[in-house]
Every structure is written in structure tokens, then in C-alpha cells.
DNA sequence: CTTAATGTTCCCCA
DNA sequence: TTGGGGAACATTAA
């Protein structure tokens, strides 16, 4: 569900619910999105009181008076400030003035204390300078779709990014990173800046089943070019999109406008 | 019943 | 040391 622009969005209208608020209880019940000792987070973000709330890369990171709580979405996970709790509600924060849900079906998201690994993400998409990224990219072996999926290269990109970037870019998800021309860099590094803003504007894509913190979907879906068109035709150039399968994800490019 | 899904990490191998 | 491939994690929907 989250890449950077639905982040961001969750960000957006999760911050004027929550900052000033402080957390009275809180609960936590899977020992995949909490690992560790559940009880002693609850017992460290209680009385805690909420100072901001901000995105980086993928994770949403929650400053409170005393410490930090880093939030990464996996794949189902959603931050929700009303509703009821279900089965697949794994966190609940009560607040001086309602509630904070999180629900993740899959539990492949995670509520952290602190920023660790935070600090170990690669620069943002929307700041890094064209100079910086195609300096980056020419000392990578890899190919583009892996690297621009490498969270340590730049932060926040996911699948569905990837391939629309990719598309636009006019390059091939298999092309080498380390061989692109400087025209083709500079012309990835615009797309990059442009699909995502794009995307922050239309508040996200919802595929399945993402949300913002006040459950609503986003709209970025209908301007897919790529992603989950596998079998339908190309925008451009009318030929039939292709799915195939790089660096373990379902990849979907058109063969005639992206260049390897 | 099988497959794939917006993510990350770990293990094995080259 | 770097990087690719595959599996694992848990659940649902097609």
C-alpha cells in the first residue's frame, strides 16, 4: 500500500489530528509489528505527548517530548484516527482527545521505538540534485528497477513508483544503472520528481486497500501507465504492456518506449 | 487450489 | 565485498 506519496498523504492528515495531543494509553498486540517487549513500548510512549509528526522515505516518524516512534506501513498497515478496532488491529493509542488505530492485515508493517533505522535510508527522491544521483548511479552495478528499489540508494520509492518512473523515463527495468548517458539520468531524475509530486497532489494510488489517516482513497491509480496494466496498451505507442519478473517483483514496462 | 499482492530482510551462491 | 535470486514473514482476493 505505501510508497512515498501515500506516506505522505497519511502524514499529511494524520499530523494536524495528532500534534499536541498527548498519548494517555496505549496497546499492542503482534508480535510481528511490535517485536520485542510490547508491554514496555506501551510503557514508554505513555504520558508521552506528541511533538510532530513527519515522513522520510516510507516511515512516518512520530516526535514526541521523550523519544521517537518510527511507523513503517509494510504492505497493508494503515494509521487510522477514527474506527473501531478489528481483528487485524495490532496498535491502539488512546489520546488526551481520541484515538489512534493501527490495522495491518499481512503484519508486515512495524511501530519502532526510535529512529535507527531511519538514519540509515538513503537521501529523499525529491531533494537529491541531479548532480548527486547520477553520480550515484554510475558507481552501481546493478540494474535500475533494483536500485531505485534500494531504500540505501534513494528513499521511498516502491514498486509502483518504480515502474511508472521507469516508463516515463523511457528506460528499460533492466537497463544497467552504471551505464546510463547523462541525458538518460537527468531525464530519470525528472521523471522521479515529476510522477511523485504528481502523486502527492492526487494523494496516493489505491490499488487494494490504501488509505489515508481519515480512510480516504487517493486517485493516482487512473493515471497509471504501467503498473497493473500488464495485457493493456501502451498510452504511447498503442503496443501491449508486459509483465515480467526483476528483483523478485511483478515488473510491467512497454517494450518499445523503454530502452534498455 | 494456486497465484500474486503497494515491503523488507536474510541466506546462499557467484 | 557486491549483487542476484529465492525464500520467508501473514493474509486476502481473484
Not at 494523494?203 to 482513497?217: C, K, L, P, Q, T
Amino acid at each position: 500500500m505505501p510508497e512515498l506519496p501515500e506516506v505522505e498523504t497519511v502524514v499529511r492528515t494524520l499530523a494536524p489530528y495528532l500534534i499536541g495531543r498527548t498519548i494517555l494509553s496505549a496497546r499492542f498486540t503482534s508480535r510481528f509489528v511490535t517485536p520485542g517487549n510490547r508491554a514496555k513500548l506501551a510503557r514508554q510512549v505513555a504520558g508521552r505527548r506528541i511533538d510532530s509528526v513527519a515522513r522520510r522515505g516510507k516511515f512516518i516518524v512520530i516526535r514526541l517530548d521523550e523519544g521517537a516512534l518510527a511507523v513503517h506501513l509494510g504492505m497493508t498497515g494503515k494509521l487510522l484516527t477514527a474506527g473501531v478496532a478489528t481483528a487485524h488491529t495490532h496498535g491502539i493509542f488512546t489520546l488526551d482527545d481520541g484515538v489512534l488505530l493501527y490495522d495491518d492485515p499481512r503484519q508486515f508493517g512495524r511501530i519502532e521505538w526510535g529512529d535507527a533505522r531511519v538514519r540509515k535510508l538513503g537521501p529523499e527522491p525529491l531533494e537529491i540534485a541531479l548532480p548527486e544521483f547520477s553520480r550515484t548511479l554510475r558507481g552501481r552495478k546493478t540494474h535500475v528497477k533494483a536500485l531505485l528499489l534500494n531504500q540505501a540508494f534513494v528513499a521511498g520509492l516502491g514498486n509502483i513508483y518504480v515502474d511508472e518512473i521507469l516508463f516515463h523515463s523511457g528506460i528499460h527495468p533492466l537497463a544497467h544503472a552504471s551505464r546510463l548517458s547523462a541525458a538518460r539520468a537527468a531525464k530519470l531524475h525528472r521523471a522521479m520528481v515529476e510522477t511523485l509530486r504528481l502523486a502527492i497532489e492526487y494523494r496516493g494510488s489505491s490499488i487494494s486497500d490504501y488509505v489515508d489517516a481519515e480512510g480516504n482513497r487517493g486517485d493516482f491509480q487512473a493515471l497509471h501507465r504501467v503498473y497493473g496494466r500488464g495485457g493493456e496498451l501502451c498510452t504511447v505507442c498503442g503496443t501491449a504492456i508486459k509483465k515480467m519478473v526483476v528483483a523478485g517483483r511483478g515488473t510491467h514496462y512497454c517494450s518499445v518506449c523503454q530502452k534498455r
